[in-house]
Nanobody, 124 residues
Framework: QVQLVESGGGLVQAGGSLRLSCAAS????????MAWFRQAPGKEREFVAA????????YYADSVKGRFTMSRDNAKNTVYLQMNSLKPEDTAIYYC?????????????????WGQGTQVTVSS
C-alpha cells in the first residue's frame, strides 16, 4: 500500500500560480504511475495530469494543457503540480493518486491509492 500526502493548496486570484506537492511512501516510487485528479463542488472527480513510468511520459487533461506542469523528484518520492494562469473553474480539491497499471492510466479505477486532498480556490 502506498501512502500519499498532498500539500500546497490555498487561495489565489485568477491569473496566479500555485504549486502542489505529493509525498509518497510505502512502495518503490519510480516504477509506477502517479497522477493528479480534482473534484469541484457538485461535480465528479476528474483527471488532471499523470506521469507513467512504464511509458515514460507525462500527459494532461485538455483543460489544463499549457497551464499546468507535472514534475517529480524520485529521490524525494515526491511529485509536483505547478499550476499557472489559474482560473476560477480550477477551484477544486486536488488529489494525488498512485497506480500500478501499465500504459497511460487516467481513469479513477486505475488508481488504487489516494491522498486526502488539498483545496485550491481561485477567486475572480
Amino acid at each position: 500500500q502506498v501512502q500519499l500526502v498532498e500539500s500546497g493548496g490555498g487561495l489565489v486570484q485568477a491569473g496566479g500560480s500555485l504549486r502542489l506537492s505529493c509525498a509518497a511512501s510505502g512502495r518503490p516510487f519510480s516504477t509506477y504511475a502517479m497522477a493528479w485528479f480534482r473534484q469541484a463542488p457538485g461535480k465528479e472527480r476528474e483527471f488532471v495530469a499523470a506521469f507513467s513510468r512504464s511509458v515514460n511520459y507525462t500527459y494532461y487533461a485538455d483543460s489544463v494543457k499549457g497551464r499546468f506542469t507535472m514534475s517529480r523528484d524520485n529521490a524525494k518520492n515526491t511529485v509536483y503540480l505547478q499550476m499557472n494562469s489559474l482560473k476560477p473553474e480550477d477551484t477544486a480539491i486536488y488529489y494525488c493518486a498512485h497506480s500500478i497499471a501499465l500504459g497511460a492510466p487516467r481513469r479513477e479505477g486505475d488508481f488504487g491509492s489516494w491522498g486526502q486532498g488539498t483545496q485550491v480556490t481561485v477567486s475572480s
